[in-house]
């Protein structure tokens, strides 16, 4: 017989009771967890019926609960869904009585539940939402964007998955827009510094500026609009948000600016995007252009000099087309075109004849005039391309009549074009140069292109300059790529073509300059000088029919061979 001492027997009995009372505890707690959980939920459902009748109080007791039911066991699996409500709460609660506070509660809440339960199923709702937050709420698409770059790469299978890649796109956008928008500040308030720095100074140089001009080009996703001024003026936009009697619209205000009478006008156009042109003196030194649109996606705005000019560039929202009905496919001809071939990838050709009218361009040899080279070779390759590629094809002039640079770019995106190709004639001091060079819209150290640049765009090299870096914030919407390619192509075919009977034509390459009539072509564009018209032999040929007729083959060549390729790219 074994006998247990009393104290002996009191030791066990306190140890075994030490180790399994948080056994016989864990149940109850448990219970209580659920039990918290459940009251704090039903707060909450009372007033997320009724936000707009629930008081201050009433949120705040619904937070306390979901707060002690988290704390009652953090580890539970109400924790989550505990501090994801929290988040939802706090933000709730942020919207209702705008207080900052409680929007950086919300976003606490959901960074614990992102970091403290990263495998939950409810992980990536909370940065989603925190994203949305930082968005929407902050106005930071930086931060949104990287947030949901992360729940991409982390939870590539979660719930959040497509809602997050939309927003993705979405905040990538509007954070490439509000850089734009800020570029388009600096670049305005550079200008009106150095304005106000003029104006500051007495003299001539104080007189009033007149408004001389409006000119508008509208579709129904595309606006040009060029204010004329008879001197320099500071100006600054603003975009309007649309309101109930109101639609959207963007104004300019011209400082030291006066509207005549018979120029303050409202211009009815309903014809796409812009619904009415309007420009009145807002006040006495202060005069003011109205743009009312239909919809604004993104605008830029810009100034040219010689003549003074602020050119404004929208884009509207691009409609999505409707669901057709699905039909058979049409029957393949025996004999394919070309552009039958290549689907239509290039549906619409703008051909630009530079110069015309009161503006001869480069003068060669024997008073030969540029203007009247280009629109003789421009006309010889829209017939050919309507032949050969059976696209439509549109000359911004037929004849001879001046076309500012500005006007042409316009025409251009109005009409939709698919390419843009100005076509020029080189001058240079020296008889001795000759051959062919091509352009494209880029920036450039380059003195001589940008001589050339100066005297394409009818304007001094110390307002290339100035040109330059307007140039520079404007280069990221740009088809730079696209029109680096297209000049590459064309320019090859173009040496080639006329090296086959002339021999000896030099190519001077792809080059690049900021040229006026490519900046805010929504297409790939290229300026081609397919001759120095300054070159004694150079000028004899360029008399002929059959020369004129053979640079149009090259540029026609170059083209087509650019839709070849665009096509096998597309494929």
Known sequence: MITIRPKICAVIIFTVLFIAAPLLAAPSQGHLTVKRYNLARSRYNEIKFSPKTAR????????????????????????PASLLTLGHIYFKMYKRFNNKDYLHKSLTYYDDLASLFPKHPYADDALYHTARIYALTEGDYKDAA????????????GDMLKKAARDLLRWKAAQARKEKARSVRVRAAAHNAKMALHMATPGPGMQTAVLKNLRHWSTKDYTRVVIETSKP???KGFLLKKQKDHPRRLYINLRNCRISRRMQKTIPIHNGLLRRLRSAQYKPRIGRVVLDMNS??????????????IVIDIKGVKRRARAQTLLPAPLVPKNPTLAQQLGL???????????????????GVGGLREKDIVLKVAKMLARKLRSRLRAQVILTRTRDVFIPLEERTAIANTKDGDLFISIHANAARSPKAHGIETYYLDLTNNKANM????????????NIS???????SLMHNSKKQESAKLAHIVNRNLVDEMDKDYGGIKNHGIKKAPFIVLIGAQMPSILTEIAFITNPKTAKRLRQHKYLEDLADGLANGIIQYTKVLDLARR
């Open 345 to 363: 990838r290039i549906k619409r050709i703008i051909i630009d004849p530079g110069h015309g009218g009161k503006d001869p361009g480069a003068i």
């Open 56 to 79: 201050l109080n009433n949120w705040q007791a619904a937070a306390r609960a979901f707060v002690r039911a988290y704390k009652t066991n953090p580890y539970s699996d109400r924790a």
């Open 451 to 462: 001589r050339l640049a100066a005297s394409e765009n009818a304007t001094s090299a110390h």
């Open 146 to 157: 990287l947030t949901l770059a992360r729940l991409l790469a982390v939870y590539p299978n």
């Open 296 to 309: 604004v996606s993104d605008y830029k705005i810009f100034n040219l000099e010689k003549p003074f000019r």
């Open 233 to 235: 003026v500071i100006y």
């Open 466 to 472: 100035d040109l330059q870096k307007i140039l520079s």
